[in-house]
């Protein structure tokens, strides 16, 4: 009888712990328990523009929708720009300007009238299994798709003098791993120049007096992820260093297919995962986790002279999480 007792006390207790360390990555607002938090303004002296990546997928699975409510978030919100992170088009890239890629994983899908704005792109994995030099040349096909080279900065005048520097960085040539896999899968890696990129990134912030520094690439520094470890190893060695020697304020990635904001031991930088604007994946959280979640969706980044924060947002607008800075 005792035996009996115990072994469905035991299962309970595993079964508890399991819900605690599965729980431990916050539920999405609108689902049982959770308040949703939609957001519907920001103030109107702010600077706002939205991040999305992970998109191409034909307008299948979230795309669509996702799309659709950037669109309508930007009804009421006076959204600058979108920053695409990467992978814009997934599996194989583009081969020209004029795949039709273009057209069923972009131009119709982010069609909505006030999405008719700058877009900022850098290139994700997916791109350079492509024709690289497509995307670069497809800002002179598109009026709104900005890409003036692989990694660029731009910086935003806000009140009371002060500014919001960007970086756009090509974090794919950074990472071992493609350059050994350039002959087979990624042709265009092999003529980066890796020393080049981090002297630009480290020369471009030491040069900087921003009040808020952002940095935008594709892969995360630090994220809870099956990928190769050599991937965020490879970035930990090579551009971390270089934003905590510079105070960055937020590093934004994607790659990972869902949404994590993590603040490692010893770094004052926030790192956030944003999530898919398509197809999301699992997560579980890691050393470092502030918050966590597999919901798809995307962000939108506020600032103003005292503040920055970030929104991370699922396909219907909730708010997920915030990502605060203040001077």
Not at 58 to 80: C, W
Not at 132 to 157: C, E, F, H, I
Request: with cysteine; proline share 4%.
């Amino acid at each position: 009888m005792r035996i009996r007792t115990i072994i469905p006390a035991l299962a309970v207790l595993t079964a508890l712990a399991a819900a605690v360390f599965t729980n431990s990555c916050s539920p999405a607002a609108g689902v049982a328990g959770v308040q949703a938090s939609h957001l519907d303004s920001l103030p109107d002296d702010n600077f706002n523009f939205i991040v999305a990546n992970d998109l191409g997928r034909n307008g299948y699975y979230d795309q669509k929708v996702i799309a659709e409510e950037m669109g309508h978030l930007a009804e009421n919100i006076d959204i600058e720009f979108v920053a695409a992170a990467g992978d814009v088009h997934h599996f194989e890239g583009v081969a020209s300007v004029d795949d039709p890629l273009w057209m069923t994983n972009y131009e119709l899908i982010y069609s909505h009238p006030e999405l008719m704005i700058d877009w900022f792109p850098v290139m994700g994995n997916h791109e350079y299994r492509g024709n690289t030099q497509a995307v670069l040349d497809y800002d002179g096909v598109s009026r709104r798709w900005n890409m003036p080279d692989r990694y660029y900065s731009k910086t935003v005048d806000l009140d009371n003098d002060a500014t919001l520097r960007l970086l756009f960085i090509d974090t794919t040539p950074l990472i071992d791993k493609y350059h050994k896999e350039a002959e087979e899968s990624y042709r265009d890696v092999a003529s980066q120049d890796i020393d080049r990129q981090l002297q630009w990134i480290d020369s471009t912030l030491n040069a900087s007096a921003a009040t808020w520094t952002v940095v935008i690439g594709h892969h995360p520094i630090y994220a809870q992820t099956p990928k190769d470890d050599i991937e965020r190893e490879d970035m930990q060695r090579r551009v971390d260093p270089i934003l905590r020697k510079h105070g960055v304020d937020m590093y934004v990635a994607g790659h990972i297919h869902n949404f994590q904001h993590i603040k490692p031991e010893g770094s004052d930088v926030d790192y956030v995962v944003n999530s898919s604007g398509s197809l999301s994946r699992e997560v579980s959280p890691t050393d470092g986790t502030v918050f966590c979640s597999s919901e798809p969706g995307f962000s939108v980044v506020s600032a103003s002279d005292k503040k920055l924060t970030l929104y991370m947002l699922d396909k219907h607008g909730n708010i997920l999480h915030t990502v605060t800075r203040t001077k």
